[in-house]
């Protein structure tokens, strides 16, 4: 029966912050605790966004666990792979952490600066920052949004940032269909699961609407936790009003690991608990349609039922789309003249719309895919 603590937390107060992650972390096996010298703490950094943009893990709650580690004598790195062609100082700066680190004695990492290990799972292969297997203890810190191919982002999804740098983009372009990414997250999982520690998720902000980026901020108040991150993702995932089938990866993780989610744990006030007015409408899998449609009209299909990303006026030519496009679908700015994504060689990843830090990335939908999902 795994556990999943979930806690209501409507601001980030240091001292309910640190009630909360000592409570949660009694569930960590002391041997763990004690052979291990080195803590590496994995927050989302997807970009350089400020933390009330609730796109990235709170500062706060990073530094309640940096508060608890050092306490107990661990050395403490904090390590992420920001996504695209991103500068990882500005990063640091803008989303808190380099304020962290002239306050405590901490190592801020960037994972994709220190070479990596590529590993096979059943026929896959997945490159793996170096620095996740010089760290005996794990800490994984998601954050609460929607997200524009794998409708959710959680624990599981958070792991990606383990791969090193651009190696993620070019992962888009391998693993384009929404099918094919989510059995490449789920060979990255069984690679890492036995060395992940404790994983949490940030939800005290969090974000709904056209996530993972450019969504809706929401004050959710909670702060999720658990030593089995399947379970933690498909409860957090059910509080937003999503189903098993609408998160790709989550019954194939849940199954992997034996988990029944009738059995998962959770405190009794969550039990029956959703979240209210959250809008995950917008995040619905492009495909989900397509299962009902035979096979022979599918092609048609998705000539009337389609999405792809658009450039928008508020574009500020930073031309950071340019560079996080895997397959180089899109022109790059020049003077009085935006970028463009070319539909015919765009693959639907929604990289550029993931990293852009303007909100200048649209969705643009067919008439039939605005009224299915109005």
Known sequence: ?????????????????????????????????????????????????????????????????????LEKGKEVWIGDSPGGALN?????????YNDLAKRYPVKLVNLSTSGFRELDYEGTKVKISEVFWRCGIIINVAKYKTHSLTGFTGGLKNLYGL?????????????????????????????????????????????????????RVRNFGLLFGSRSIPAMDYTAARLMGFRMGDVPYLRE?????????????????????????????????????LKYVPRIGRKIFQKVYYFHPRI????????????????????PPAPGILPAVNPKVCIKCMCCHEMCPHHAVDIHKSFLAGLVTR
Not at 14 to 35: C, G, I, Q, T, Y
Not at 179 to 207: E, H, Q
Not at 271 to 286: A, C, E, G, H, S
Request: charged fraction near 25%; charge should be positive; include cysteine.
């Open 253 to 289: 993780a849940l199954h992997g690991d034996g988990i029944l989610p009738s059995r998962i744990k959770v405190p009794t006030s969550f039990q029956d608990f959703t979240l209210p007015d959250v809008d995950i409408r917008v995040v619905k899998l492009r495909k989900e349609l």
């Open 1 to 69: 029966m795994p556990q999943v603590q979930i806690r209501k937390i409507e601001s980030y107060d240091p001292a309910a912050l640190d009630a909360a992650v000592k409570s949660f972390l009694r569930e960590m096996p002391l041997s763990r605790v004690n052979r291990s010298k080195r803590v590496l703490i994995k927050p989302n950094l997807l970009g350089a966004y400020l933390p009330e943009r609730a796109v990235t893990t709170h500062p706060a709650v990073v530094e309640a666990l940096v508060r608890y580690w």
């Open 88 to 96: 990882v100082e500005r990063v640091w700066e803008t989303c808190g």
């Open 312 to 331: 928008s006026e508020r574009c500020k030519s930073c031309g950071l789309c340019v560079r996080s496009c895997p397959v180089h679908a899109i022109t």
């Open 163 to 215: 791969v090193p740098g651009l190696i993620k983009t070019d992962y888009h372009r391998l693993y384009p269909a929404t099918k094919d990414f989510a059995a490449l997250l789920l060979a990255l999982y069984r690679l890492t699961r036995s060395r992940v520690s404790y994983s949490f998720i940030d939800g005290i902000l969090g974000m709904d609407g056209a996530g993972p980026s450019a969504g």
